[in-house]
């Protein structure tokens, strides 16, 4: 069965810092993988997936992942966070075999102290 | 162009009580699902659909039912709500699955909080 590890249920940095949210999976075949961003009182948006090709991955907002099968992670990263970028971010895994079933991550909570 | 929308947007049940949470899309969509969300433990698949007349269980459907006459609708039945069904519940949507085709994405709507007392 997939499953998602996120790392820290809350981050917090400070505007103009290094975003780090961390992700790792498990799968038993190869995976896709995907960041969702979820601001307050609002669905789900795909900031960026991973299915074939390239490992390294850019999405919205200036956020990217690098996709590491020798260390099953995906982690998102931003060079410089903004305060819009508080929100709650959710790593998720599915495969061509389910994949009509995403598995996401408990989430991680970003704070971006001014 | 609406995307996906949820009615009603709050609810309070009392336990036993039954009732339809509603969730349409106007995108031609043929896959959609519904999630609930629970602090600490992320989004759960419940149910999803592939097309009109074609459904299939998630992670968590115990206490839950779908149905899929319309491609754009696609209800989520609580039949005897209990207190452990208290949760925030999202429908999503897209062209043909949960997005492991290039440039295919789900679509949430904004979801529905339910409350049973």
């Known amino acids: 069965a997939q499953s998602v590890t996120q790392l820290g249920s809350h981050v917090s940095v400070s505007e103009g810092a290094l975003v780090l949210l961390r992700c790792n999976y498990s799968s038993s075949v190869p995976p896709y993988l995907f960041w969702y961003v979820q601001y307050p009182n609002q669905g789900l948006q795909l900031l960026l997936k991973?299915?074939?090709?390239?490992?390294l991955v850019k999405g919205i907002n200036g956020f990217e992942a690098e996709f590491k099968k020798s260390e099953t992670s995906f982690h998102l990263t931003k060079p410089s966070a903004h305060m819009s970028d508080a929100a709650e971010y959710f790593c998720?895994?599915?495969?061509?075999?389910?994949?009509?079933?995403?598995?996401f991550g408990a989430g991680t909570i970003l704070r971006v102290k001014s | 162009n609406a995307g996906v929308t949820q009615t009603p947007k709050f609810q309070v049940l009392k336990t036993g009580q039954s009732m339809t949470l509603q969730c349409a899309q106007d995108?031609?969509?043929?896959?959609m699902s519904w999630y609930r969300q629970d602090p600490g433990m992320g989004l759960r698949l419940i149910h999803y659909?592939?097309?009109?007349?074609?459904?299939d269980q998630g992670e968590v459907p115990n206490g839950y039912n779908v149905s899929r006459s319309t491609t754009e609708d696609f209800p989520l039945r609580l039949l005897s709500a209990a207190p452990s069904q208290t949760s925030v519940y999202f429908c999503a949507s897209s062209y043909g699955s949960a997005g492991g085709i290039e440039d295919e994405k789900l679509f949430f709507g904004s979801g529905t909080q339910l409350s049973v007392l």
């Open positions: 995108m031609n969509h043929e896959y």
């Open positions: 991973y299915t074939t090709g390239a490992t």
């Open positions: 659909s592939v097309g009109a007349g074609i459904t």
């Open positions: 998720a895994v599915s495969d061509w075999i389910s994949g009509n079933k995403l598995v």
